[in-house]
């Protein structure tokens, strides 16, 4: 009976009255791991591990550690770093030791504010080596690659709107203009 409970005094089965969405599997999931759809799910579900996102891109390991502490012990704390510059880009993993303490956090502090964002935390399956370096082509998050607006949190201008912005800046090259003068 899934989440039922018997109280053997009342000798009835108790049901939770509604499921906590705090701590329900969210529809992230990482598009690299090794394993199939059921062995990812298994693993989240008892994972002790969070992804959280849309840090800004000067928020340091401490100020993790302190707001994420405040929910339980904390096994480690990994940056999400640029592949290439090797600096911070935007997102961490944390691990707890205990999978409640995990909880509260998904609970307590998905969609609060650190350093002027609004951090979003997930279930990750484990935290593997090389997962630290950002999958963007240019070293950073895939998604900054398509931001096209300006947040200085994040480093400014999103690649694709650095490389518009590049483009209109240079004007015709300087080959472009000598045939314009032939």
Known sequence: ??????????????????????????????????????NQENCLKMSKTLYVGNLSYFTTEEQIHELFSKCGDLKRIVMGLDKFKKTPCGFCFVEYNERLDAENAMRYINGTRLDDRVVRTDWDAGFKEGRQFGRGKAGGQVRDEYRMDFDPGRGGFGVRAQLKGDKQLSGPRVADKEKEDD
């Open 1 to 38: 009976m899934g989440g039922d409970r018997l109280d053997r005094s009342q000798n009835v089965y108790l049901r939770p009255l509604m499921k906590d969405p705090g701590t329900e599997l969210t529809q992230y999931r990482d598009q690299h791991f090794k394993g199939n759809r059921i």
